[in-house]
């Protein structure tokens, strides 16, 4: 299923966001083309609300989602687009141009994008606010205020000024956090050939091999089985290098005895999935790997229980801790109680990161986690990860049993009217389990 196939989805999304924002104005660029270097540029991917909001795939664009003046509560969707152009095109590909934006995409009316500077004032003349995110592209904020300083000298003496300018993550974030039944469907196939790549990858691991040519072999998986590309940059961590939370070096050696950190997700249609394992090299864990491994298990799997409408990612994150303080008591790298060290945060030394983050079109995706100063409560539809940890730096001055070991369990959970769903559920993380695979 390509959502791009779906007639009328994307305008089913655009309607939602103009309703519940009448007099608005939304203005959402595409990502531009980037130079890697020289004339290179680096692989295109578009700008994710963008793309949710009409499936178009190109570069330098800029989508304006405004009200009209002849009828309240009505709005105009507006494409500034690449013009077509043969000779270039021969070069770099075809382009959908004026005629593409409104026959396929569904605008109103479509311009070339270098005519966004004088078309922009006079579309905004009936919009009471501006959604537009500064800080993103610094020529597009020069654009926009250039655009929205045009449009205040139109009014004369009115006395009114510049149109107040919103973030719209914030209510697209909120639209982006429920996942409708066709997202939910694509998440699941990314999930499943993602694990499937965790899979193979375990059992194929072994002693000399290069933290590299796992990274490769993980990309070719994800791309051999659908996935466009890779939804974040993989973390393949051997050894001490997965007390690095976000290691991105992937270049040394894999020894026999440490343990390998895995943390890789595919991108699928524009949905990403996000999984980590750590398993040994070799065929065994060690002891201190065993017992460590284990606490990590554990406390994940109390998450995963909790998992459901109702219940908050703090509360989730606080039982985690929980368990996490209680097996660093049990394994003498902490002392004294509980209730204190959750308190003072002494844990963290060990554990410092969050349990749990947002998913979608984003690995960390857009969504409030805050209500009213409160945490959120969980609803169904909502997608986000579970992934305890346990990290002992080479510079950790106690904890010798324990030190250069990082490990960290996640899986993507999707909440339902009754409970969860484990979309990563296909990928073992039973330690038993992990031997025998270890061990062919």
């Known amino acids: 299923m390509l959502l791009t196939q779906l007639p009328g989805y994307f ?56 009200p009209t003046s002849s009828k309240p509560g009505l709005y105009k969707m507006f494409l500034f687009v690449l013009p077509r152009n043969p000779e270039k095109e021969m070069w770099e590909g075809e382009r959908y141009g004026l005629e593409g934006a409104q026959k396929i995409f569904g605008a109103d009316e479509s311009y070339p994008i270098h005519e966004l500077d004088t078309q922009l004032p006079e579309i905004l003349q009936a919009s009471e606010k501006v959604f537009y995110r500064l800080g993103l592209h610094p020529e597009m904020d020069r654009r926009m205020t250039t655009a929205l300083e045009s449009r205040r000298r139109s009014q004369g003496r ?29 998440m699941r196939k990314g999930c499943k050939i993602t694990a499937a790549a965790h ?40 050894g001490k290098n997965a007390t690095c939370l976000h ?15 895995l943390d890789a997700g595919g991108e699928y249609q524009y949905y990403s999935a996000d999984i980590t394992r750590t398993f040994p090299v070799g065929k065994e864990f060690t002891a201190s790997q065993a017992r460590a491994y284990d606490l990590v298990l554990r406390a994940q799997k109390e998450g995963i229980s909790m998992a459901r409408p109702g219940v908050t990612l703090s509360q989730i994150h606080h039982q985690v801790c929980s368990v996490i303080v209680d097996g660093l008591l049990s ?5 004294g109680k509980a209730e204190e060290i959750l308190k003072t945060g002494e844990y963290r030394r060990f554990y410092p990161h969050q349990t749990s983050h947002w998913m979608g079109m984003d690995v960390h995706d857009v969504g409030l986690y805050l209500q009213g100063g409160e945490p959120r409560r969980l609803e169904a539809g909502m997608v986000f990860t579970i992934e305890p940890g346990f990290y002992v730096q080479p510079s950790d001055p106690g904890a010798s049993e324990f030190r250069n070991i990082g490990i960290r369990i996640e899986d993507d959970i999707l909440i339902t009217a009754g409970g969860c769903e484990v979309l990563t559920r296909d990928v073992i993380k039973e330690r038993a389990e992990i031997v025998a695979v270890k061990n062919g």
């Open 331 to 335: 394994l003498n790298l902490l002392k």
């Open 247 to 261: 290691y991105r070096s992937n270049n040394e050696l894999l020894k026999d005895g440490d343990l390998l950190l």
């Open 158 to 186: 009115s006395g009114k000024g510049l149109l107040p300018l919103e973030d719209p993550n914030g209510p697209l974030g909120e639209m982006r956090l429920f996942k409708s039944s066709e997202e939910i469907e694509l």
């Open 199 to 238: 899979q193979a990858v375990m059992s194929e691991v072994r002693p000399g091999m290069n933290e590299g040519e796992i990274e490769a072999l993980v990309d070719y998986l994800f791309r051999k089985n659908g996935c466009q590309r890779l939804g974040y940059p993989s973390i393949v961590a051997g």
């Open 11 to 66: 305008k089913s999304r655009r309607d939602s966001l103009m309703r519940s924002h009448p007099g608005a104005a939304f203005v959402f660029p595409s990502h531009p083309d980037c130079i890697r270097n020289s004339d290179v540029h680096f692989p295109f991917r578009q700008e994710s609300n963008f793309f949710y909001l009409t499936g178009l795939e190109e570069p330098d664009s800029c989508l304006v989602l405004a």
